[in-house]
T-cell receptor, first 111, second 118 residues
Framework: NAGVTQTPKFRVLKTGQSMTLLCAQD?????MYWYRQDPGMGLRLIHY???????AKGEVPDGYNVSRLKKQNFLLGLESAAPSQTSVYFC??????????FGPGTRLTVT | AQTVTQSQPEMSVQEAETVTLSCTYD???????LFWYKQPPSRQMILVIR??????QNATENRFSVNFQKAAKSFSLKISDSQLGDTAMYFC???????????????FGAGTRLAVHP
């Protein structure tokens, strides 16, 4: 039981490049989330999903897209990376009403 | 909108002593959950303790306990017999109950960096 996993763990992008972060969970959770963590701040919600095939915007969705084609996977895409997207990205999942379990994070640097 | 405030950016404590981290929150909801998450240097977010707002009894998990004051909207974390491995960022977080509608969005405070010294 691996819990929540994220790939890659680190990535450096140039401004304007695109990439996809993959989150996978093996707990059969309905809900999945993408957060970003910036220095001096708590985690902020980018997008979330309440089930396979559904996605919705969180607090800071601009510049990101997501997809949840399979229940266990939640993808976060950056179509044209900007330096302001330099951050640590966390994926999380939970069953409704229960605590969220987090992945190990992805450190992304955009130069 | 809900907000979570952690007024102590940094704290330090000697090994084996007790430390209390503060958290206040603002909400008009009556049903909700509160959490403390620990983030060590490894970056992994680890759940420390959970409190349901409808429960009057304060949650405890081994050396970790909370002081939940619903009327004051206060949710502090007490760490007893501090250990070097407790060194980490600690985040207080609020989650609305699904009974209130919506989804399980977690709202985080800015965090408190705790250093445990030998």
């Amino acid at each position: 039981n691996a819990g929540v996993t994220q790939t890659p763990k680190f990535r450096v992008l140039k401004t304007g490049q695109s990439m996809t972060l993959l989150c996978a969970q093996d707990m059969n959770h309905e809900y999945m989330y993408w957060y970003r963590q910036d220095p001096g701040m708590g985690l902020r919600l980018i997008h979330y999903s309440v089930g396979e095939g559904t996605t919705a915007k969180g607090e800071v969705p601009d510049g990101y897209n997501v997809s949840r084609l399979k229940k266990q996977n939640f993808l976060l895409g950056l179509e044209s990376a900007a330096p302001s997207q330099t951050s640590v990205y966390f994926c999380a999942s939970n069953e409704p009403g229960y605590e969220q379990y987090f992945g190990p994070g992805t450190r992304l640097t955009v130069t | 909108a809900q907000t979570v405030t952690q007024s102590q950016p940094e704290m330090s404590v000697q090994e084996a002593e007790t430390v209390t981290l503060s958290c206040t929150y603002d909400t008009s909801e009556n049903n909700y959950y509160l959490f403390w998450y620990k983030q060590p240097p490894s970056r992994q977010m680890i759940l420390v303790i959970r409190q349901e707002a409808y429960k009057q009894q304060n949650a405890t998990e081994n050396r970790f306990s909370v002081n939940f004051q619903k009327a004051a909207k206060s949710f502090s974390l007490k760490i007893s017999d501090s250990q070097l491995g407790d060194t980490a960022m600690y985040f207080c977080a609020f989650m609305k109950s699904l009974i209130s509608g919506g989804y399980n969005k977690l709202i985080f405070g800015a965090g408190t960096r705790l250093a445990v010294h030998p």
